[in-house]
């Protein structure tokens, strides 16, 4: 199956910083990402779908202020939390698909945590 | 709203039995699914997708879609305690722009 990479695997951060999370899809052309969270003992839930060279479609209750997400190119999406709290502690995970193609391909996530 | 519902669990299992994973989906317009299996802390991972009605084989893993019922489920036959695990339904519409729908997940414990 295609690689898709993810980074970093595991942050911590102090409460108001910044951090950005980075996806590449590495033996495709990555048309769409989608980012998930995932709390404990949750299922991944939908965040935001992004199109190489558009705007991110945002989930509804996802702040787009907050978790800026960047595909400028159609290897690499970035998710970045900004004015990170401890309620964003989670597990993020960013998938990637091709067009004509129906699977998406999952990096292997970030654990944030914001102390 | 697209919907994908599944039993939590934890669904226990002898090990070498025959472990049983159901989904029902509530968009009849889904044509891709999937079973995902998640282990503690780590991404998911793709275990079978299936496109059309009947069964799908591979190895131990047997999918089984059926449209007119919305329905999908996974077979694991002479379960492995390393396939403990919790495992995910998805769904999706024809399209790669399209994101997956995943259910909560069923958690699996086989016991050796």
């Known amino acids: 199956g295609a690689v898709v990479s993810q980074h970093p695997s595991r942050v911590i951060c102090k409460s108001g910083t910044s951090v950005k999370i980075e996806c590449r899809s590495l033996d495709f052309q990555a048309t769409t990402m989608f980012w998930y969270r995932q709390f404990p003992k949750q299922s991944l839930m939908l965040m935001a779908t992004s199109n190489e060279g558009s705007k991110a479609t945002y989930e509804q209750g996802v702040e787009k202020d907050k978790f800026l997400i960047n595909h400028a190119s159609l290897t690499l999406s970035t998710l970045t939390v900004t004015s990170a709290h401890p309620e964003d502690s989670s597990f993020y995970i960013c998938?990637?698909?091709?067009?004509?193609?129906?699977?998406?391909?999952f990096g292997q996530g970030t654990r944030l945590t914001v102390v | 709203q697209k919907e994908v519902e599944q039993n939590s669990g934890p669904l226990s299992v002898p090990e070498g039995a025959i472990a049983s994973l159901n989904c029902t989906y509530s968009?009849?317009?889904?044509?891709?699914f999937f079973w995902y299996r998640q282990y503690s802390g780590k991404s998911p991972e793709l275990i079978m997708s299936?496109?059309?009605?009947g069964d799908k084989e591979d190895g131990r893993f047997t999918a089984q879609l059926n449209k007119a019922s919305q329905y999908v489920s996974l077979l694991i036959r002479d379960s492995q305690p390393s396939d403990s695990a919790t495992y995910l339904c998805a769904v999706r519409g024809n399209s790669g722009n399209t994101p997956l729908v995943f259910g909560k997940g069923t958690r699996l414990s086989v016991i050796a």
């Open positions: 968009d009849r317009g889904s044509q891709s």
């Open positions: 299936i496109y059309s009605n």
């Open positions: 998938s990637a698909s091709q067009t004509g193609f129906t699977e998406a391909f």
